[in-house]
C-alpha cells in the first residue's frame, strides 16, 4: 500500500546488529567479485527493494530479520547499489531501517541509493510532479532512507504524466525505431527534439527543473527518468537535452526490456546515448516482473499468448533439468546482455536464497560455466515465445488512465 506524502507512516524496529542471526546462509559463497561498470560506477548487479513491500511479500516477512539479512548479504557480495521508490509502498522505510542497522559495518559511504518520485499510486490521478511534491517527496526519502543525500533520483514511469504522442498500444518498439514514419509518429522526428507536446510534457520538464534544484542543494547527485515505452523515454530524454539548461539526464532507467522474450533496450541504448546523451543507463527486471519464473502473479500486464508462452519456457527448463530453472537462466541472460551493452541490471531480491542465486547466475555467465548449453537453452526459451519475441504491452494501459 502506497502512503501519501503527509500521512502517518509504519515504524519497523532497529533490532540490534548482535541479535541478527548470522549463519552460513548469509556468508557470500567464495567465486569472482561483482565488477563496476558506466560513469556511475555501479556494480553490475543492482538491488531491486520493490520487494520489501505488500506486492510482492506479506507483512511478517517485511516485517521480521529477513530484510536485514538480504541486505547485509547483498553488501557482503558487493551489490552495492539500492533501488527503491516512494511508490513501493514501506520499501524505503524498509531499505532504511535495514542499512541503519548495518551502518557499524556499512557506513553510507559504502553503498549507492536510488530511489524515485511522483508516483504514488496505481492510476493515472495518483501521480505528482508539480514541483512542491517533488520536493516534499525527495525529503520525505531522506528521512526514511536516514541518509542526507541520495545517489539518484528519478522520476517515476513518465510515460503517465507525459502529453501522449503516438498511439498507446502493444507492440513492438523495435519497430518504431527503425522506420522514420512510424519514429515521427512518436515524435522522434529530427527537428522536433525541442519541442514540447502540451501540458504534460511541460510538467516533465518543471519536475526536472526542481530536481536539478535539489541537486544544486547536494541532496541529489544525479537524475533521471524512468518508465517502460521506450519511444517515450527515448523522446522525453531527447526534450530534456533540447531545453534549457541544455543538459542531458544522468541516468536513465527501463524495465522488462532486457529478457529472454524481448531485447529492445539493446536497440534503443546507441540512441538514449548518442541522441540524448544520456550518461548512465540501467535496465531492470530480467525476469519480467515475475513473467519468467513458475509463478507469474496474477496482475501481471503481459497478454494471455505471451503467459502461456512462458508456462512452455518453464516446463522446457524443468525438463532439460537445468540447475535454477527458467529464473537462472533468465537472470544470467540478463546479466550477459547488460555486461555486453555495460549497463548494470536492477535485480528484485527478497530474501538471503535469492541474493545467493543472483549472484550464483552472473558468475556462471561470467565464467563461462555451461556456456554452450546455456545458449543452446536460451535460444530454445527464446523461440518458444515465437512472434510474441520483443514485444511490449501498452503502458498506461487504459483501465490505469483514471
Known amino acids: 500500500m502506497v502512503m501519501p ?237 533540447h531545453t534549457p539548461p541544455y543538459k542531458p539526464l544522468d541516468v536513465l532507467l527501463s524495465y522488462c526490456h532486457l529478457s529472454l522474450q524481448t531485447n529492445a533496450f539493446a536497440a534503443y541504448a546507441p540512441a538514449f546515448r548518442e541522441r540524448a546523451k544520456v550518461g548512465q543507463l540501467l535496465t531492470a527486471s530480467p525476469l519480467s516482473m515475475g513473467l519468467l519464473t513458475p509463478k507469474p502473479p496474477a496482475w501481471h500486464p503481459a497478454s494471455l499468448e505471451v503467459k502461456a508462452a512462458a508456462r512452455r519456457a518453464n516446463e522446457l527448463c524443468a525438463e532439460e533439468g537445468w540447475e535454477g530453472g527458467l529464473p537462472n537462466l533468465a537472470n544470467g541472460y540478463g546479466f550477459k546482455r547488460g555486461a555486453e551493452l555495460g549497463v548494470p541490471v536492477v535485480v528484485g531480491v527478497s530474501n538471503p536464497r535469492e541474493v545467493h542465486e543472483s549472484v550464483r547466475a552472473w558468475r556462471e555467465v561470467r565464467e563461462g560455466k555451461d556456456r554452450e548449453k546455456r545458449t543452446a537453452l536460451e535460444e530454445r526459451v527464446v523461440s518458444t515465445f515465437g512472434d510474441t519475441v520483443g514485444w511490449s504491452w501498452a503502458s498506461p494501459p487504459d483501465e490505469l488512465r483514471v
Not at 100 to 127: A, H, N, W
Not at 206 to 235: N, S, W
Open 5 to 241: 506524502l503527509g500521512s502517518v507512516q509504519p515504524v519497523f524496529a532497529l533490532p540490534l546488529l548482535d541479535d541478527i542471526p548470522d549463519v552460513q546462509e548469509d556468508t557470500p559463497v567464495d567465486g569472482l567479485p561483482l565488477h563496476e561498470i558506466g560513469p556511475l560506477a555501479l556494480p553490475e548487479i543492482v538491488f531491486g527493494a520493490a520487494t520489501f513491500s505488500g506486492q510482492y511479500n506479506s507483512d511478517a516477512t517485511i516485517a521480521s530479520d529477513t530484510p536485514v539479512r538480504t541486505v547485509r548479504l547483498a553488501l557482503r557480495y558487493g551489490i552495492r547499489a539500492f533501488d527503491t521508490s516512494a511508490y513501493y509502498g514501506p520499501s524505503e522505510i524498509v531499505l532504511g531501517t535495514a542499512l541503519k542497522v548495518l551502518e557499524p559495518i556499512f557506513p553510507r559511504s559504502t553503498y549507492k541509493l536510488m530511489t524515485k518520485c511522483g508516483r504514488y499510486g496505481l492510476t493515472q490521478s495518483d501521480f505528482d510532479y508539480s514541483p512542491e511534491t517533488i520536493r516534499k517527496s525527495v525529503e520525505r526519502s531522506l528521512e526514511r532512507l536516514h541518509t542526507t543525500y541520495l545517489d539518484t533520483v528519478y522520476l517515476h514511469d513518465i510515460e503517465f504524466v507525459c502529453t501522449p504522442v503516438g498511439p498507446i498500444a502493444d507492440g513492438k518498439p523495435e519497430a518504431i525505431l527503425a522506420d522514420p514514419q512510424l519514429a515521427a509518429e512518436y515524435g522522434l522526428a529530427q527537428g522536433e527534439e525541442g519541442k514540447v507536446w502540451g501540458e504534460g510534457d511541460q510538467n516533465i520538464l518543471d519536475a526536472v527543473a526542481e530536481l536539478r534544484k535539489l541537486q544544486g542543494e547536494g541532496k541529489v547527485k544525479h537524475i533521471g527518468i524512468t518508465g517502460y515505452p521506450l519511444p517515450t523515454l527515448l523522446r522525453l530524454a531527447i526534450l530534456v537535452l
